[in-house]
């Protein structure tokens, strides 16, 4: 599997962004969808995950009620929308797939594919 991100870009706090990530290679239908981040100097860290199915996700407390994941598997696609950024959104955000949905324990170890990556900078 072949991860693409897309959609980054520089937003001034409070704004929203929508970032892609399109799958080839394989269909993306059968895997646990999830972002990542990584901001300079950090370690990286959990965002968020989606279910196969799309109906059950599953969220960062840093990013709840502001950012949303949903996927279009007839695309092979997945979606996150980001409203209300912050600063401390500031990373490079990374796609990743997973044939296991993890529940609420997402490390960056147990990922299968990951994608390039795409800057998100939110200025103050």
């Known amino acids: 599997v072949q991860l693409q991100a897309s959609g980054g870009g520089v937003v001034q706090a409070g704004g929203s962004l929508r970032l892609s990530c399109a799958a080839s290679?394989?269909?993306?239908?059968?895997?646990?969808m999830g972002w990542f981040r990584q901001a300079p100097g950090k370690e990286r860290e959990f965002v968020a995950a989606?279910?196969?199915?799309?109906?059950?996700?599953y969220y960062a407390d840093g990013v709840k009620g502001r950012f949303t994941f949903s996927r279009d598997n007839a695309r092979n696609t997945v979606y996150l929308q980001m409203n209300s950024l912050k600063p401390e959104d500031t990373a490079v955000y990374y796609c990743?797939?997973?044939?296991?949905?993890?529940?609420?324990?997402?490390?960056?170890?147990?990922?299968?594919?990951w994608g390039k990556g795409t800057q998100v900078t939110v200025s103050s």
């Open positions: 290679g394989r269909t993306l239908s059968s895997y646990a």
């Open positions: 989606i279910r196969w199915s799309g109906d059950t996700t």
């Open positions: 990743v797939a997973a044939r296991v949905w993890y529940g609420n324990r997402w490390s960056r170890r147990d990922m299968e594919y």
